[in-house]
T-cell receptor, first 111, second 108 residues
Framework: EAAVTQSPRSKVAVTGGKVTLSCHQT?????MYWYRQDTGHGLRLIHY???????EKGDIPDGYKASRPSQENFSLILELASLSQTAVYFC??????????FGHGTKLSVL | GDQVEQSPSALSLHEGTGSALRCNFT?????VQWFRKNSRGSLINLFY???GTKENGRLKSAFDSKERYSTLHIRDAQLEDSGTYFC??????????FGDGTQLVVKP
């Protein structure tokens, strides 16, 4: 069973603070993704990566940075967290068949 | 995932035909969304339903929380409909459970 692990599972951050969400996969997948989910809306792509040491902007990259130091790890960084970034964040990896394997999500509350 | 069983895992259709995808849930879900994954990895949100049915062009979706299932019907399939379709069910406390996806191939 493919495994994608996110940490932390939940976090409360203060406005203007720095937040780092981590994702680790043991699937040997090249592609990794960060999505955000807002209540009542679909998932939206923030950043993705198809190889270590390289990241690409998704549909809503503003206010976020990403880092892919290795094939297994993909981090999402909020340098200056804002209230509007309160959401649930999902990390995913995909295999050659483009099946997505999701982590359990990180609930971020920015106060 | 364990909470959501999506079927079929793969589907091949000829242009102009139709079929249905289905997600069964092991527990009561509050809402469901269907989306298609495009070539960039973006998940295009097709429908978000808390109950009942919604229709958009050649797509129609239904969600029955009590009976614990949701369906996505595609009619008059076109080549550009090819892709991977996912359902995601929303339980309480912002928990979301994803189906494993259906790879749809539409052939001429």
């Amino acid at each position: 069973e493919a495994a994608v692990t996110q940490s932390p599972r939940s976090k409360v951050a203060v406005t203007g603070g720095k937040v780092t969400l981590s994702c680790h996969q043991t699937n040997n997948h090249d592609y990794m993704y960060w999505y955000r989910q807002d209540t009542g809306h679909g998932l939206r792509l923030i950043h993705y990566s198809y190889v270590a040491d390289s990241t690409e902007k998704g549909d809503i990259p503003d206010g976020y940075k990403a880092s892919r130091p290795s094939q297994e790890n993909f981090s999402l960084i909020l340098e200056l967290a804002s209230l509007s970034q309160t959401a649930v964040y999902f990390c995913a990896s995909s295999d050659a068949n483009e099946r997505l394997f999701f982590g359990h999500g990180t609930k971020l509350s920015v106060l | 995932g364990d909470q959501v069983e999506q079927s079929p895992s793969a589907l091949s259709l000829h242009e102009g035909t139709g079929s249905a995808l289905r997600c069964n849930f092991t527990t009561t879900m509050r809402a469901v969304q269907w989306f298609r994954k495009n070539s960039r990895g973006s998940l295009i949100n097709l429908f978000y339903l808390a109950s009942g049915t919604k229709e958009n062009g050649r797509l129609k979706s239904a969600f029955d929380s009590k009976e614990r299932y949701s369906t996505l019907h595609i009619r008059d399939a076109q080549l550009e409909d090819s892709g991977t379709y996912f359902c995601a069910a929303e339980a309480g406390n912002n928990r979301i459970f994803f189906g494993d996806g259906t790879q749809l191939v539409v052939k001429p």
